[in-house]
């Protein structure tokens, strides 16, 4: 029997990029001590509140289907913290609640993109780009934003690759770059689809992980509210990874579909996430600033285990949970630099061509241990990297 080309063709049939990453994870089932520095998962489990909140829930009945759209009460509470935090008016009727992040980015692109269609994104990128994008039957293509330009994606180039495109998916703070988009950048994002009649999917899960410079949300630029749809999530911002919620803001109408979707797909979010989720959203903003802390830590202990040697330079880490690391001194891909470093050392990091050619010569960086382990793997790393160094 013949399987449906959309599906089987969701990896592109290439390897996925995540080579280094399974060497590890069976370096470690066979006994060896390998520091992982390649997920972008907390080393904290969720607050325990939070748990209790969702025991309640579960416990008072919150157990059978629950509100496709997601609880009036959590789509308010999602529109508002959007609307207070970007300054655009938001109500719920432009909240979806979503399993999560990436239900959002299957379901937005599934929303503006047909069949065949071309879809954008910015290389480097997060993992499940292409595949989401293939995985909804559309067709997609990268655009390049260079590291000599600090991975800020160029208007020019994406430009050049809009005609005919149906949407472009950024993502700021980035994963992998730890990028954040400047206001210019932003602006000119917004005029290029505008100019193209563009869809932009905004990527803004690392929204509250902010160490340099600020977020700016593109939906808040002119005349982009309507044609802007915002991907959140409740994963990095709360350690809430495993509770799969998530949520897109979008036009009215947009949502008045992507509900339908979500009824044919997903038929919601269990009752009890929601409700857990906005018990957290209600405490305000102080324990997502304790979950971002030990980033912005851990940011400082970088920048400080790199001084004094440039083999290894960072890329400006502006925001989310890592670091890029060029390590192009050494003549080394990022993957051969990445799996010598495991085999070496037993330090697992991500190769940047894991997320797109942009990032050849880069490692990935999870900055998701403790922070005395962390600064001692950092430490090893550059002194392998120099010792890689033809001379
Ligand atoms: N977007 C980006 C950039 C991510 O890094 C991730 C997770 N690593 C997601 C979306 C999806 O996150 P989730 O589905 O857990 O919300």
Known sequence: MKLSHRITNITGGGSDGWDVFYRARRMIDAGHKVIELTIGEHDIRTHPSILDAMNKA???????????PGSFALRDTVAARIQERTGVPT??????ITPGG???????????????????????????????????????????????????PKATDIAAAAKGAKSLLINSPNNPTGVIYSAETMAEIAQVCIDNDLWLISDEVYDTQIWEGTHLSPRALPEMAERTLVVGSMSKSHAMTGSRIGWICAPAEVITHLINLATHTTYGVPGYIQDAALFTLDQ?????AEIAAPFERRRALTLKALEGQNVVRSVPVQGAMYAMFDIRSTGMSGEDFAFALLDAELIATMPGESF??????????????????????????VAFAKSQVKT
Do not use: W
Not at 140 to 148: F, R, T
Not at 356 to 378: C, E, K, L, S
């Open 91 to 96: 109500t719920r009727d432009n909240i979806l």
């Open 102 to 152: 990436q239900a959002a980015l299957f379901a937005t692109h599934n929303a503006v993109c047909d069949h065949g269609d071309t879809a954008l994104y910015i290389d480097p990128y997060y993992a499940t780009y292409p595949g989401t994008i293939r995985g909804i039957g559309a067709v997609p293509k990268s655009i390049q934003a260079h590291a000599e330009n600090d991975f800020q």
């Open 284 to 288: 305000g903003t102080a324990l997502e």
């Open 58 to 68: 579960a416990v008072s009945g919150r157990t059978g289907y629950a509100e496709v």
């Open 356 to 381: 797109g050619q942009a990032a050849a010569g880069h490692i990935r960086i999870a900055m998701t241990i403790n922070d005395d382990a962390y600064v001692d793997a950092i430490k090893r790393l």
